[in-house]
């Protein structure tokens, strides 16, 4: 095959043992690389295009431009100039698309039916040809970019991420600020008479070049077919040879080092950051001293430096590795969290940690710690579950800017050569002269002299004391510090289990007492050596009262803490285990390699009946609950709004405050006291799914009873306990409206809701097939049209058995305007559905019955999926193709009489309710007092700035709605809907 458009051919790309799939690697002329995957199977279709550019190469003047030109390639190019083309076609074909920018990389995906990859990859290939940046768009879109700032303002993480960035050399193209905002691509480019799209044009056409793109593309297709749709698409990228982008300095030097920044944090956490400049390691990635280094220092077994550290009472979490900078540079952090007792020592924690570094430099580096890691690194890659195709591509095409072809899919899991001489290089860089320290925490409000240029971070910087820096200096061998022993819980045997006779589709009923009604599943899908265990304690008690459900969570989150050393080595061999009160009591899953599972289960059921609470942890523990409740302030506005209508809605449940003020009488007596009672009485429902036998399944739910018979005296619940909450009953043609404000953020939430009905195949379908045709719309206008908000998101709403529609909004603009355009927005759609030929129509239907035909990828998606029909007690394990075969039924006249009688204004049977969540700094008359008439959103809309000159659907008149004062006496006062029925046709045990 000689094609003058390719000038490499790879074949050998090493792939797992258990990858079905073909792979085929090209170089283009143009010196694009690619990868091509061919999985005959796979029921969407999926291509990303990683270009080697990023926020760090925009010009000095305008921060954000590489994010801006992101968003912008979305909006239109020259073949196909209509703003939302490209997203239209992905969503009329089971499709979606995203995009991310970071320091050194773009990366545009999307997935699409697979029968439709052709057309969706042409209009894709037009982002790297011939992007319009069409000037209104821009002017729009700018809004877009600010609002996503906005949302990331009082958020702590981005606010630590470029207060690093801000703290190195200023000069050092690390220190920009990558986001971009308003001020930074509209205002100050205006004032300094630039035009920001001739900027984002020389941008594309400067870095957008052929030799800075890796594409990845996945198919039904032949690696041949494939082969030439890339080529005929994507050899015309024109190669402007724009070398990458290396640096030679690191951002931190010498006058970065030994510095302490005492930050205030928005929420209330307390976290300690070590960190040390170290070189670009990324060449020495068949040796990776990183990883090696990482997996010592932040072990979390007995001997360990975190072990310790909690030991004293200083810190609970500890993460500990190298961490990306940029080609040229890296870094080695130490992160903990920091308990009050810990605030005061951090000195000696950091002390702590130049100890263990010591050790390891005594000890020197072990080659049989480097071989275990390698194998755990085998294991992983040979049995590594199937990724979903959008996240695949996508992350294969940025993998190609750093391995050969060859090598792309397993560099990261494989390690090859023991090189003591390079991780004794990196242990070398980790020393108190080059250290940096940043401590957050509330503690520093009013002691602080610095703020960041672009979040507004309070901080103060000081150099540590010399005398500090020499004792660290001086650090001896710390006698409990130990390295790990052999990982005992590394599989050995990865036998599969043959097909059992009576082999089912679907869960079947294995087990049904009044202890415990027991599911089982044997995989015979993906034959991979794990399974996945999962376990629901029902219990009345553990959510009867806030006081109760506070002890339910502290007992799982201390038991979960006492275990964390024994668990850590199964974690390692992928192992894993999570434990969480809910609602109706506890649910437990372990899930990974089949092999030892039953023994990290025997652990965590005998910990849990005969655990001794330690009186130091339990304050610790408490303390950090206490703080985590009183954060909910801090989260965005649209989750609020989310909590808020959760709370309306749900017959029982116990809001923060309601927690916060219960949590003052949890006492350690107390707690000690509750546990017995937890477990006095429970009903077990379970289901055991993956490489795993009846016999088994059954045995390890014996252990499981025999533990709690044993040691807690468990006796089984009364039918009559295991009840479900349920669903408040909207009246017909009601409308509520519950108002809040969110201290924080200066952005509104809200969240509206339309009731439509309980669950069941036909109200499923009409929901969701509704929610399938004005999904790309409702992103079109909302967002990219009239710029609501970076968060604008409709879809389906459903708990307890019942559904609706919902709405959510994230917006600088109050919430009675964006109900009124959420208004507007629906009676367009109306008009839109009745407007829409039969084509179109069954364009919608069979783009929604791929999604969910979409098969899943991994067991661990298959057991979800089961396992949210055992929790809802609704049992429709073969729900897809029951409801896509009706939806298959459905007529465009179904669909306008849904919209005409549940969500028109004057719709018989609409019931309505939304949650207004004000800013911080939103003015007073938009609340309470005056919510009435400003919920009449006639004049609003008048009163709204044209947005750009978008003309605007004019939203109907609206009825007054009700204001909800008092949440209780608003439940109190309507009817709750009965629970959904069970489908009972799998329900016939097989015992």
């Known amino acids: 095959m000689t094609n003058p458009a390719i000038k490499r051919i790879v074949t050998n790309v090493v792939k797992s043992s258990q990858d079905k799939r073909e792979y085929r690697g090209l170089e283009l002329s143009n010196d694009i690389r690619v990868l091509l995957i061919h999985d005959p199977t796979t029921d969407k279709s999926s291509a990303a295009l990683d ?21 912008m390639l979305f909006l239109g190019t020259k073949k196909y100039p209509k703003e939302n083309e490209y997203n239209q076609f992905l969503s009329e074909h089971a499709g979606s698309s995203n995009a991310f920018t970071s320091g050194e990389n773009t990366n545009y995906y999307f997935d699409v ?31 877009a970019v600010e609002s996503e700032h906005e949302k990331n303002l009082m958020n702590d993480a981005w606010r630590l991420f470029q207060l690093e960035k801000s703290t190195g050399n200023p000069e050092h193209r690390f220190s920009s600020f990558g986001t971009g905002n308003k001020f930074t691509l509209e205002t100050r480019p205006a004032e300094m008479g630039i035009d920001v799209r001739q900027e984002l044009l020389k941008f594309h056409s400067a870095n957008y070049s052929s030799n800075l793109m890796a594409l990845c593309v996945l198919g039904r297709e032949s690696l041949d077919e494939l082969t030439d749709m890339v080529v005929k698409l994507f050899a015309e990228v024109e190669n402007k040879r724009v070398p990458v982008h290396e640096y030679t300095d690191h951002p931190f030097q010498e006058e970065h080092l030994k510095q302490i920044y005492k930050v205030v944090p928005i929420k209330d956490i307390r976290n300690l950051y070590v960190t040390f400049p170290i070189p670009d390691l990324q060449k020495y990635y068949k040796s990776n001293p990183g990883h090696y280094l990482g997996h010592l220092i932040g072990h979390e077994g007995p001997g360990s430096l975190l072990s310790e550290l909690k030991c004293k009472g200083w810190v609970n979490t500890l993460v500990g590795g190298q961490k990306e900078g940029a080609k040229g540079f890296m870094f080695f952090i130490i992160n903990v969290d920091l308990t009050e007792e810990g605030l005061v020592h951090v000195e000696d924690i950091i002390l702590h940690m130049f100890q263990y570094i010591a050790k390891l430099r005594t000890e020197g580096p072990q080659e049989w710690v ?40 397993a560099a990261e899991y494989l390690l090859e050569e023991f090189r003591a001489d390079l991780i004794e290089m990196v242990l070398q860089k980790l020393t108190p ?9 509330k503690s520093f409000e009013g002691q602080t002299d610095r703020s960041e240029k672009w979040y507004g971070t309070q901080y103060k910087q000081e150099a540590i004391n010399p005398d500090v820096i020499q004792k660290w200096l001086d650090a001896d061998l710390n006698g409990k510090f130990k390295l790990p022993v052999k990982n005992e819980f590394i599989p050995t045997n990865f036998e599969i289990f043959p097909l059992e006779n009576d082999t089912a589709a679907f869960p079947c009923l294995i087990k049904d007492t009044a202890m415990s009604k027991v599911w089982f599943k044997q995989d015979d899908k993906f034959f991979l050596p794990k399974a996945c265990l999962n376990f629901e304690f029902f219990s009345p008690f553990a959510y009867v009262d806030p006081l109760h459900c506070n002890m339910a969570y502290l007992y799982l989150e201390l038991l979960k803490d006492s275990l964390n050393e024994y668990a850590y080595a199964a974690e390692l061999a992928g192992l894993n285990y999570d434990l969480q009160n809910t609602i109706y009591g506890m649910y437990l899953s372990v899930k990974g390699y089949n092999d030892k599972q039953h023994i990290i289960l025997k652990k965590i059921m005998e910990k849990m009946v005969t655990f001794e609470i330690d009186d130091k942890r339990f304050e610790i523990i408490k303390e950090a609950y206490m703080r985590s409740l009183n954060n909910f302030r801090a989260e965005q506005p649209h989750q609020h709004a989310m909590y808020y209508l959760r709370l309306l809605m749900t017959e029982v449940a116990w809001t923060k405050e309601e927690l916060k003020e219960a949590l003052e009488d949890v006492t350690l007596v107390r707690l000690k006291a509750f546990i017995p009672q937890l477990l006095s009485r429970l009903h077990i429902e379970a289901l055991l799914h993956g490489n795993i036998t009846k016999q088994t399944s ?7 009873e025999d533990i709690l018979i044993e040691h807690a005296h468990t006796k089984p619940l009364l039918p009559s306990q295991l009840t479900r909450y349920r669903e408040v009953q909207l009246p017909d043609r009601g409308w509520f409206v519950y108002q809040q404000r969110n201290e924080v953020h200066n952005n509104c939430g809200i969240e509206i809701y339309y009731q439509t009905d309980m669950q069941n ?21 909302l967002r990219t049209k009239e710029q609501l908000g970076y968060i604008v998101f409709s879809g389906p ?27 507007a927005f629906i009676k367009t759609m109306e008009k839109h559905i009745e407007e829409m030929t039969e084509e179109a129509f069954q364009k919608h239907v069979q783009a929604l019955a791929i999604r969910r035909l979409d098969k899943p990828k991994k067991l661990s998606a298959e057991c979800a999926k089961h396992w949210s029909e055992i929790i809802s007690q609704q049992y429709n394990f073969d729900r897809d193709n029951i409801e896509v075969a009706h939806l298959k039924t459905l007529t465009k006249g179904d669909i306008i009489h849904f919209c005409k009688e549940l969500l028109a204004v004057d719709g018989s049977r609409r019931h309505k309710v939304s949650v207004h969540v004000l800013s911080r700094d939103m003015d007073p008359s938009i609340s309470h007092s005056h919510v009435n008439t400003n919920l009449i959103p006639g004049p609003v809309v008048e009163h709204a700035p044209h947005l750009n000159d978008v003309n605007l659907s004019p939203a109907p008149p609206l009825p007054q709605p009700s204001i909800i004062e008092d949440m209780t006496i608003f439940k109190r006062s309507l009817p709750l809907f009965p629970l959904a029925k069970p489908h009972f046709s799998c329900m016939a045990a097989k015992l």
């Open 370 to 409: 480097f071989q275990e890691c390698k194998d755990l690194n085998a294991m992983a890659f040979r049995f590594k579950d199937k990724e979903r195709p959008r996240g695949y591509t996508s992350k294969m095409a940025g993998l190609l800017h750093y391995y050969p072809i060859e090598e792309a899919l």
């Open 797 to 823: 709403r459903r708990a307890n058995g019942i559904q609706g529609l919902r709405f959510i909004i994230q917006s600088e603009k109050p919430p009675s305007y964006l109900e009124s355009r959420v208004e």
């Open 761 to 781: 195949t036909h109200e499923n379908m009409l929901l969701e097939l509704f929610c399938q045709i004005i999904s790309e719309p409702c992103f079109n206008t």
């Open 433 to 441: 002269a080059t250290v940096r320290v940043a401590v957050v925490s």
């Open 51 to 71: 270009v080697h550019t990023g926020s760090l190469a925009d010009p000095k003047d305008i921060p954000g431009l590489a994010h801006f030109c992101e968003h």
């Open 113 to 143: 039916s697979n029968e439709h990859l052709e057309g969706a990859l042409n209009r894709f290939a037009q982002f790297f040809l011939c992007p319009l940046f069409d000037a209104s768009c821009k002017d729009r879109e700018v809004n």
């Open 698 to 704: 059954l045995s390890m739910i014996k252990m499981v």
